[in-house]
Each structure stands twice: as C-alpha cells, then as structure tokens.
C-alpha cells in the first residue's frame, strides 16, 4: 500500500490494520479450512464476487483439518483491510484468537459469512463480534438475547430458548431497515433472495448492533413468524463487522442480492464507505435474481 507514491510504514499499518486511503485495492482475507458447508466450493465463489468488483485483493488462509495442529494456523491479519471468515471448526490457538482480537479492535474488518456465525461458542470475545450466533449448544439463557423485528423495532428477546434453526431452502423476501446505512443506501426496501437457510433464533450479547435487513420467518416453513436478522452491521472497538447469514450453498450464492451486499458489505467493513453502485439486474420484490460465478 502507498500514499503519494510512498510505501506506507508497516509500523502504521500494523497501527491501523482496516487503514484504506482509497489506493489500490482493499486487501481481503478469507479464512476457512473447516466448516460443516461445504467451503472448498464457497471459498473460490466468494474470492470471484469480490475480485470482479476491481475493489479487493483477496487471498485465502486454510486452516489444518480437523484434529490438526492448529497452533501452526496463524494468519498474518493485521496484513489486510478485512477479514471474511467461511470458517466453522476446531478453535483456534489463544495466540491466533488474540491476534485476531487485536485486529477487529483497532480497526480492522471482519466479515461474518453464514455459518461462520455457528463457529466458537467458547469465544466471549467473537461473540461479541458477531451480535448473535446459533447451534454448539447455544442458549438465550447462556449466550443472550435473540434478535427480531417488530412494529419496526429491533427487539431483544431474552425468552428461554434454543438458538439456531432454519426451515427448508426456500426462496424468501428481504426486507431492508436501515436505509440510510452505507451498505443498504439506494437498495430496494423489499427484495427477494433465491432459495436459502432462513436462520432464525440466532442468539447472543447482541450489543452495538445495527440490523440492516430481516426476513419473515415463515410458521408454514417451520419458522418463528418473526421478523428475523439476515443482515447485520456490527462495531467492535474500531472495527466494523458486516454478518451476513445468507448464503448456504453455491445456488444460494449466485443471488444477485447476496452478491451485491456481501460486496458492499465487505468494503464497509474495511472502509467505513461504499462506493459500489447499484447494479441493474438488482433483485426485485417479486422476483429473485442470479448470476452465473462459477
């Protein structure tokens, strides 16, 4: 990275990991490596959608299988912008854990894909990170409050109950609440997601949270009939977390509303802005739209 022609100093980088000057591309890190998705088919996916933009630079970080030697997974974080985890398995190392910490912290952006929010419900920390979770034994009463939409409200529902669940793979309607936030700014209120995991019940500190979009979670579905967080805009220190729960398999993926603001939700997080437009082919209320990435 360099500003004016100079090579910025890796003592101010390391300063202000999510640093960006509008220079080059925003430098992106994918971790995976485990996951109960299927990540080896993802991981390229994802990499496409960002690069295709001319916006990110993105390389990938494989952890050792399960029961591997995790002390040897250390990812150089603090060499990026943002961090987007395609990432569900064994823990990691205190020392990686901490490094990462750090990162988010002191600016660096994170972004949380599907079921990256099932990953590490022994982190304290990633919690917070994330707001909410589901699956590994989560509970309200353990991890905290589900979060949901009523009467335009985002709600805090401390309700004993079991977090994670989701009906069939449906197509669904998003609806957007925030509009006036960078990632969501000139997106259809409404629009409709191919068919997908609706997650529903996620749990967890949910603190500094901003939910920017939810779906109904339809009873006929085996869903809540709630109004539930499918995208959400998260601040950690100085860092800002975009969790996306959309996008289970490579089908799923390949919706144009999932690739628009997993791409403007990746340079908020690593800028603070978006200065991605619109594009035309933009899912509408009623019809869902797709493109071929593979």
Known sequence: MSMNGRALSLP???????????????????????????????????????????RFKVDVATSPPPGGDMSRFQPRFAAYNVVLSNYNGDSWSPETKAAFEEFVRNGGGFVSYHAADNAFPEWKEYQRMIAVGGWGGRTTQQFGPVLRVRDGQTVRDASPANCGHHGNRLPFQVTMRDPKHPIALGLPTVWMHAADELYDTLCGPAENVDVLATAHSDPANLGTNENEPMLMAIRYGKGRVFHTTLGHDPEAIQCTGFIVTLQRGTEWAATGRVTQRIPADFPKADQASTRSIR
Do not use: Y
């Open 12 to 54: 101010l980088l390391l300063a202000f990991p999510g640093l960006s000057f509008g220079v080059g591309p925003i430098q992106v890190l994918i971790v995976d490596g485990q996951n109960n998705h299927a990540w080896q088919q993802t991981t390229p996916m994802l990499r496409k959608i960002l690069e295709s933009t001319g």
